[in-house]
């Protein structure tokens, strides 16, 4: 069984920083994409930043410039660097990885359960 552990989540006033990490622990070979996703209240899911396993980044266009997301494939962690927070960047904050390969079956997505982000005004 995978579990993803989110943390570095909570409140800070807009221009500030946070750092958000989530480690997936367990049997696990091999992880292709890392991701982060969020979800402000009464919004649906999306997307925020994805890392592929050598490293190419994407981002969403509200985070570009301000966020950045790394990942350290020995620690199977994934995190994401805030800068110059938003307001409007408040959200639960989710890690996803996606086709984790742990010799158990077909590679499948694993979610992280959540961190909550809130930037004061």
């Known amino acids: 069984q995978v579990h993803m552990v989110e943390s570095g989540g909570g409140l800070v006033q807009a221009g500030g920083s946070l750092r958000l990490s989530c480690a997936a622990s367990?049997?696990?070979?091999?992880?292709?994409?890392m991701g982060w996703y969020r979800q402000a209240p009464g919004k649906q899911r999306e997307w925020v930043a994805t890392i592929i396993n050598r490293g190419i980044t994407n981002y969403a266009d509200p985070v570009k410039g301000r966020f950045t997301i790394s990942r350290d494939n020995a620690k199977n962690t994934v995190y994401l660097q805030m800068n110059s927070l938003k307001p409007e960047d408040t959200a639960v904050y989710y890690c996803?990885?996606?086709?984790?390969?742990?010799?158990?079956?077909?590679?499948?997505?694993?979610w992280g359960q959540g961190t909550q982000v809130t930037v004061s005004s």
């Open positions: 996803k990885a996606d086709e984790v390969y742990t010799g158990l079956g077909p590679r499948r997505e694993y």
């Open positions: 367990g049997t696990i070979f091999s992880i292709n994409n």
